[in-house]
Every structure is written in structure tokens, then in C-alpha cells.
């Protein structure tokens, strides 16, 4: 029976109500940029398929760090195209490479700002699949050893945090391993234990040209279809010392994302991936959405899934929506 004494709707009654009764928020605090760093001088080239994205050489990547940093966001993790490929992708930890200068000059020019570094080969190998290749499989011990030259490379550039995107098991622990052979005891390890092989990633992989050449990543990305995978993906990196934790893609996946947030108490992270960001920029374009109100919505429906950080393209939009007022 209808209770009339009973009325959900007098706390969504004014602005006032609704801010002092809202359950999630974001901040500027919330967000990591991704960004995409490549060869050369004065560089900025937006990326086709996610406008406003761009690759920027060294230079550039400093001056669009400085800005972030003004907007508040706490967090870059940084992508890039090597000067060159090879079968085992040794660009990945080579000092000298774009990568691990811009690592060095963001971290010298502003060292509260916390630097991430992607631990993978997929955009350094010359076959653009994440490892080491032994015919038409990737071998995934012998991997190991590759990614822990390119932690150890990325810590010595400055890094605060290493985030291997590979998904070979035994990763983790092989990085933990390396990082404290070599004093790096206090570099954290973002894992992503839960990276499902989604075809949400394509505009990515435009950005860090890093498609595979043959085949797909399904022998080593998890399969959407998985949900209970997902958390023994998560107890395994855990184990190994992960410190923190990533489920990637993020709005079709906000249900694993929920999983996580009740299964662990590590900090949870989520990746709004490339093909989730250009989707949004597509239909605004068309004028079939109201940009500003989805971005918000779908950032603010990720924390309400219980992710701790975001890492997301539109991190630097979403602060200046933040300056313009308004609680999201």
C-alpha cells in the first residue's frame, strides 16, 4: 500500500539537498592521465580517433604535465612509440628512449606529481604482441625477464609507480623480485590483474600503433565472457605483492569492477579505455549527447562502483567541468 508519509523525492528536492545527501563525488584527485609520448621536437599531433588526444614529443609532454598539475590532477601514466621496434621490443628499456626522457624531465620538473609507468612490449615489439615470441605463441616465462628489464628502466627514469599491462602470469612478483634486487623497494606495482580482451581498445592502438601483426591477445587477455576468472586473477597479483589493483575496460565491466571493491581491500583502480572515450566524443560531435553531462555521469558511476581512481583521457575535461561548479 502507498505510503503517503513516505517520499524518496524531499531529499532530491533543491540543489542543497541533493549536494548534502550525495553519496559519490569526483575530484580532480580521482583522475590519472594517460598520456602518449613519442620521437622528435616540438610534437603535438592529435590522434584521429580520440580528439583532444595527442602524441607529444618530450617537450611538449612537459608542458601538457605542468598543465594537468595546474588542474589538479595528481597523476600521469605515461604510453609511447619508441625511435625503434625489434622482435623483443629492447626499446622498452632503453634510458634514451622518449618514454623513459619524458619520465626523467616531468619527475625533475615536478616531483609531487606521481608518475606511472606502463610495463608492457606490445608498443615496442616489431610484431606488436606483449612478449616474446616463440613462432606464433608468446612464451611467457621468457617474458618475464624482458619486463623486468623495462621496470627496473622505468624506476631508474623516476617512476613512483610500475603498472605491467602484459598479463603473463608470474609478472607481479618477477617485477617485485627485480625492483628490490635493485633498490627500487619503495616503487609500487599497479597490477592490471584484470585486463579482459576487449575490443574497446582499438583507437588505442592506433595511438601507440601496437596491433598485433598476426592473431589476437585472447591467449593471454582474459575472456568478457569471465567473471569469477576475474577474482582469482586478483588473489593470484595480490599474493605475488601487487600493491594496487586495475580492472580494465570500465563502463561494461563496472559489474567486475564491483566484484573487486568486495573482494580485496587493495586500492582499486578502473581504466576508461580509448574506445569508451571515443564513443562519447563521436556522438557529441554529432550532437546526440550532451558531452559534459555523460563524461560525468559515466566517471561518477565508476567511483560509485567502488573504484578508488580513475585513469581516463578525460581527466583534464573533467576538472575544468569540476572549476565550472557543480557537484558530480
Known amino acids: 500500500m502507498y505510503n503517503k508519509s513516505l ?22 584527485k580521482d583522475f590519472i592521465l594517460p598520456i602518449f ?41 605515461i604510453f609511447g612509440l619508441p625511435e625503434y621496434k625489434d622482435a623483443d621490443g629492447s626499446s622498452a628499456w632503453d634510458m634514451t628512449s622518449p618514454v ?10 615536478i616531483p609531487d606529481m606521481t608518475i606511472i609507468g606502463d610495463v608492457c612490449l606490445c608498443q615496442y615489439t616489431s610484431h606488436g604482441h606483449c612478449g616474446h615470441l616463440e613462432g606464433h605463441y608468446v612464451d611467457n616465462d621468457k617474458t618475464l625477464k624482458l619486463l623486468q628489464k623495462v621496470a627496473v628502466s622505468q624506476a631508474e ?8 599491462s602484459d598479463m603473463m602470469d608470474g609478472r607481479v612478483a618477477a617485477i617485485r623480485e627485480a625492483l628490490d634486487a635493485n633498490g627500487f623497494i619503495n616503487t609500487s606495482i599497479l597490477s592490471y590483474a584484470v585486463k579482459y580482451a576487449s575490443g574497446y581498445y582499438g583507437p588505442f592502438r592506433d595511438a601507440a600503433d601496437s596491433a598485433p601483426q598476426f592473431g589476437d591477445r585472447k591467449q593471454y587477455q582474459m575472456d568478457p565472457a569471465n567473471s569469477r576468472e576475474a577474482m ?16 580494465k575496460p570500465a563502463l561494461a565491466y563496472l559489474d567486475i569492477v564491483k566484484q573487486a571493491r568486495e573482494h580485496m581491500d587493495l586500492p ?13 566524443k563521436a556522438a557529441a560531435r554529432n550532437g546526440w549527447i550532451d558531452e559534459k553531462r555523460i563524461v560525468m555521469e559515466s566517471l561518477l558511476c565508476m567511483k560509485r562502483a567502488g573504484a578508488d581512481a580513475i585513469i581516463t583521457y578525460f581527466a583534464m575535461d573533467a576538472c575544468r567541468y569540476l572549476q565550472e561548479g557543480g557537484c558530480y
Open 37 to 77: 609520448v613519442v620521437p622528435g621536437e616540438n610534437v603535438k599531433e592529435e590522434i584521429p580517433s580520440m580528439p583532444g588526444v595527442y602524441h607529444l614529443s618530450v617537450d611538449n609532454a612537459l608542458k601538457f604535465a605542468r598543465e594537468a598539475w595546474e588542474l589538479g590532477i595528481p597523476a600521469l601514466e
Open 100 to 109: 623513459q626522457r619524458a619520465m626523467s624531465a616531468i619527475k625533475k620538473a
Open 268 to 280: 582499486l583502480v578502473t581504466y576508461n579505455v580509448s574506445g569508451e572515450y571515443a564513443m562519447i
Open 232 to 247: 582469482k586473477e586478483l588473489d593470484l597479483d595480490i599474493a605475488e605483492g601487487a600493491d594496487m589493483i586495475i580492472v
Open 157 to 164: 627514469a623516476g617512476v613512483d609507480i610500475v603498472a605491467p
Open 7 to 28: 517520499r524518496p523525492r524531499r531529499m532530491r528536492i533543491s540543489p542543497a539537498i541533493r549536494d548534502m545527501v550525495r553519496e559519490n563525488t569526483l575530484s580532480p
